[in-house]
């Protein structure tokens, strides 16, 4: 008896033991065009069930009939997302390890010196998600009613409007500093560290007004309003939505990006590879009938380029000056 | 309400999944092992298992934490029904009756009586656990920035209630947590405080500070100890059962346990080892038959039994509509929830979360099926792990602390923090400072931070917004009772013990 308890504890170690599987393979590539030779790793710098997450795991079902290898997601959370983007740097430049940088807390993650990477530490291979930020107050606000409205009264009361932001230099308060910098009023932020209680805070009455992002507010239709986008033209969802732009205030887009990367130093071929791979992928039917609850945007490898730099510029603008 | 009830209704039909009902087993299975385990606590069982949790869906996980919370507060009972040593606190009350029962050669009953009365203790549980949680959080949007710093503060009231000991060991412990907790990017601002490396940005990893404080601290102190033979636990011969009269008797005695295992389950700070001592006692002051008292009395294991496993449903409810978990398994349970994703609170029962919730909730009812079945099963074959010798267990427990650690983020840096924390539990329980004191700060710091410096950040500065709303001003008295009620509590559990020991040879005089 004492035997199989005794064995019995052996098995709870062993099954622990086995919990920690899951290691990848890297393997030689052969000459010529590049084509993975093993399982791929994919990079996600957030833990398992995250928004990165679910996306990622979506994407690399349908994404393994292209490739011809299986994708292993690898979840490597921490550090606001530095221990990731960091693991994702440092691998091997062979091809077999590829991952996903979030803009703009990748940005965020550089000016606040996180990691030791820089842009350049990464070859971007595409764009998977693409998230449009958006002003919105209580359905039931009154005090205003248009993003016009609201600015009006974020003037004539300077600095006592409050929003609520998803944390400190996060991509929310991003989004409501650049709105309220270009408006040209000031208000208080209230960093509340992730978005539902960002939007608790909104609904509760504490906040008066907030930046999110359109995917978070998918099941607040009636308690929320959307003021304004932060993009160049209306959403095709919320056509009678204004875009900031229209009323004189921040031009350009605004939201947060999913990129897929590799490490620097990996070969065109590789870049080339897995471009077409992911362009197939997201143009697949079965995978878009699959992504249909989110906002998947292809973008080639040169795109997210310019995208990456263009938001590392935005963001280390911000943070000379911008904040206080 | 409606609504309600149907997504109530679901919650059964998705907790009957097959995964679900096999975590079931092994999760109460595995509870009651390590509640059997001396030295092994409730606390613990979660704590080692939570990193197997990780991959699961979060429903799955909660009910494999939540069955092994039930099995071990059970299972606490039958190593101190064999062998006078309680496998966890929350049993200590039922040695006195049920190791009697066993001098007795009753083992086998009184290893029914206590599988059968934490049955109906922990059932009953469950209807405090559906009713009056969903009211609790109905007040989600009432909890804003000044709110939540006061829960914060009504939190580590707890401390004064987990350290009856020296409330002054507590209130360092305490302190020592709530300067870790402030390691990391600022919750406000965003600026680096005492961050090393950018592993910290996030603060400690609240789950290695947690399996290194409880569990590896907790095999430094068996390693430290001479490896030796236990006591044998009695063959058990007689029938494992009870007749009907024997139940009726006891019926009522786990009525009342119940409500006093539910309250004292509600109130932080207070606690299974508290309702076990009291639901034994008022078994014993309403007893018709007090002479058994002292001498094996069915009626005292069942009070007893029944108020700790009562105990489980009710701190389940402030740990999932307040997010302030009233000890430290609800602690663990907490620290899992945060790791799913999940914000621990009201939040728990809006739209997107009340399914799993409730099938939670489902799968904790069903639970306390399994516990009976498994405990009237193996009873004879659980009491045989008390009998392992520390030179077994440890290499056990230690392997399980490394793997939990590393577990969470594949970081060699989880373990070296995990054995930092090892070390420092190993030394603050060397010197009986309170470790879930330090947990308890870890985890309510950076809420009670961030709500105290964004409401002052509303007011521009005013104080006053701290006392602006009636809720606030409910949580003030809670905290002030927070304090106050382990310090009467702990009176009364004295009270009760000394009661206990004191009147069983008057009450054999009187007869």
């Given at each position: ?20 599987g899951g290691?990848s393979?890297?393997?030689?590539e052969?000459?010529?065009?590049f084509?993975?030779n093993?399982?791929?790793?994919m990079?996600?710098a ?38 990731g983007?960091?693991k ?7 091809g ?7 803009l703009?807390?990748f ?27 958006i ?40 989004g ?11 208000y208080?932020?209230?960093p509340?560290?992730?978005t ?14 907030c ?18 986008v932060f ?24 939201g ?7 490490p ?5 071929e590789?870049i080339?590879?897995y471009?077409e791979?992911?362009?197939?992928t997201?143009?697949?039917?079965e ?6 609850s ?30 206080y | ?15 009957l999944?097959?995964?679900?009902l096999?975590?079931?087993?092994g ?13 092994l ?8 298992m939570?990193p ?14 939540g ?5 071990a507060i059970f ?21 006195i ?6 001098l007795?050669?009753?083992?086998g ?10 049955f109906?203790g ?27 710093f ?13 350290s ?48 290194g404080l ?16 236990r ?10 059962s009870?007749t009907r009269?024997?139940?009726r ?44 008292y002292?001498?094996g009395?069915?009626?005292?294991v069942a009070g007893?039994?029944a ?30 929830l ?19 919730t ?5 799968g ?11 405990g ?23 392997v ?14 989880d ?9 420092i539990g190993y ?17 309510l710091g950076?809420?009670g ?6 409401a002052l ?13 009636a809720?606030s001003w ?22 009760a013990?000394k ?5 069983v ?7």
């Amino acid at each position: 008896m004492k035997k199989a308890v005794t064995f019995l504890l052996a098995m709870c170690m062993m099954l622990a033991l086995a919990a920690c599987g899951g290691g990848s393979s890297s393997q030689q590539e052969a000459d010529g065009p590049f084509a993975p030779n093993g399982p791929v790793t994919m990079i996600v710098a957030y833990k398992a069930g995250n928004g990165t997450d679910n996306t990622a795991r979506i994407l690399a079902k349908y994404a393994e009939k292209y490739i011809g290898q299986t994708i292993v997601i690898d979840n490597v959370d921490g550090g606001s997302g530095s221990m990731g983007w960091s693991k994702l740097a440092d691998s091997k430049a062979d091809g077999m390890t590829i991952g996903f940088i979030n803009l703009p807390n990748f940005n965020s993650s550089i000016v606040k010196e996180l990691g030791t990477y820089k842009t350049d530490s990464f070859a971007p291979i595409c764009n998977h998600v693409t998230e449009t930020s958006i002003v919105v107050v209580r359905a039931d606000e009154t005090r205003f009613t248009t993003l016009e409205e609201l600015v009006a009264y974020g003037k004539a009361n300077d600095g006592k409007l409050i929003a609520s932001t998803n944390g400190a230099q996060a991509s929310n308060h991003i989004g409501a500093q650049a709105f309220a910098n270009s408006a040209g009023f000031k208000y208080i932020d209230v960093p509340k560290g992730n978005t539902s209680e960002e939007l608790t805070s909104l609904l509760g009455k504490e906040a008066d007004f907030c930046v999110v992002k359109v995917a978070d507010i998918s099941a607040m239709a009636e308690s929320v309003k959307v003021l304004g986008v932060f993009a160049k033209e209306r959403l095709a969802e919320m056509p009678d939505v204004p875009t900031l732009g229209e009323l004189g205030y921040y031009e350009d887009w605004l939201g947060s990006s999913r990129c897929i990367c590799a490490p620097a130093g990996v070969s065109d071929e590789v870049i080339a590879f897995y471009e077409e791979a992911f362009k197939k992928t997201m143009e697949d039917p079965e995978y878009l009938e699959a992504a249909a609850s989110f906002a998947t945007d292809y973008k080639n490898a040169a795109d997210t380029a310019a995208l990456i730099e263009q938001q590392q510029a935005f963001t280390e603008g911000l943070a000379s000056g911008f904040w206080y | 309400m409606l609504e309600t009830l149907s997504v109530m209704g679901q919650g059964f039909i998705s907790a009957l999944s097959p995964i679900n009902l096999l975590m079931m087993i092994g999760g109460t299975a595995l509870g009651i092992m390590i509640g059997c385990l001396p030295g092994l606590s409730a606390a613990m069982g979660v704590a080692l298992m939570l990193p197997l949790t990780f991959t699961m869906s979060a429903d799955t996980g909660l009910i494999v934490l939540g069955a092994i919370y039930c099995g071990a507060i059970f299972g606490g009972s039958i190593s101190a029904i064999l062998i006078h040593t309680p496998g966890t606190p929350a049993s200590a009350a039922t040695a006195i009756e049920g190791y009697q029962m066993t001098l007795n050669g009753q083992a086998g009953k009184a290893l029914f009586t206590a599988c059968y009365s934490s049955f109906w203790g922990g059932l009953l549980s469950c209807i405090s656990l559906y009713f009056f949680a969903p009211l609790l959080a109905q007040l989600t949007l009432k909890f804003q920035s000044a709110e939540y710093f006061w829960l914060s503060i009504f939190g580590l009231t707890i401390i004064a209630g987990v350290s009856s000991k020296s409330i002054v060991k507590g209130l360092m412990s305490g302190a020592l947590g709530l300067l870790l907790s402030t390691i990391g990017l600022d919750p406000v601002s965003g600026t680096k405080r005492f961050m090393l490396s950018s592993y910290f940005a996030e603060g400690i990893n609240t789950t290695c500070a947690l399996i290194g404080l409880f569990s590896m601290s907790q095999v430094f102190i068996l390693a430290e100890a001479k490896i030796k033979e236990r006591a044998k636990a009695a063959k058990v011969t007689d029938k494992m059962s009870l007749t009907r009269e024997e139940r009726r008797l006891i019926r009522p005695t786990i009525l009342r346990s119940w409500i006093i295992g539910n309250l004292i389950g509600i109130l932080p700070g207070a606690g299974a080892s508290i309702a076990c001592f009291l639901g034994y006692n008022t078994s014993r002051q309403f007893s018709k038959h007090k002479e058994q008292y002292g001498h094996g009395s069915i009626e005292g294991v069942a009070g007893s039994e029944a108020a700790n496993n009562a105990v489980t449903g009710g701190s389940l409810i402030p740990t999932l509509t307040l997010g302030i978990p009233g000890e430290s398994v609800t602690a663990v349970l907490m620290g899992g929830l945060i790791i799913q994703g999940l914000s621990p609170g009201p939040q728990l029962f809006n739209a997107q979360n009340a399914p799993m919730t409730y099938t939670f909730f489902a799968g904790f009812v069903l639970v306390q099926f399994f516990m009976l079945g498994i405990g009237l099963l193996g009873c004879r074959g659980f009491a045989q792990i008390s009998r392992l010798s520390d030179a077994i267990l440890i290499p056990v427990v230690t392997v399980l602390c490394f793997v939990g650690s590393y577990a969470i983020h594949k970081n060699i840096m989880d373990i070296i923090v995990m054995l930092s924390f090892g070390i420092i539990g190993y030394l603050m329980r060397r010197f009986d400072l309170n470790t879930a004191a330090v947990v308890l700060a870890l985890i309510l710091g950076p809420i009670g931070e961030k709500g105290l410096r964004n409401a002052l950040r509303i007011s521009q500065g005013d104080p006053r917004i701290l006392f602006s709303s009636a809720v606030s001003w409910v949580l003030i008295v809670l905290c002030i009772l927070g304090i106050l009620s382990p310090i009467l509590m702990n009176r009364l559990e004295k009270k009760a013990e000394k009661d206990a020991k004191e009147n069983v040879p008057a009450d054999s005089e009187i007869e």
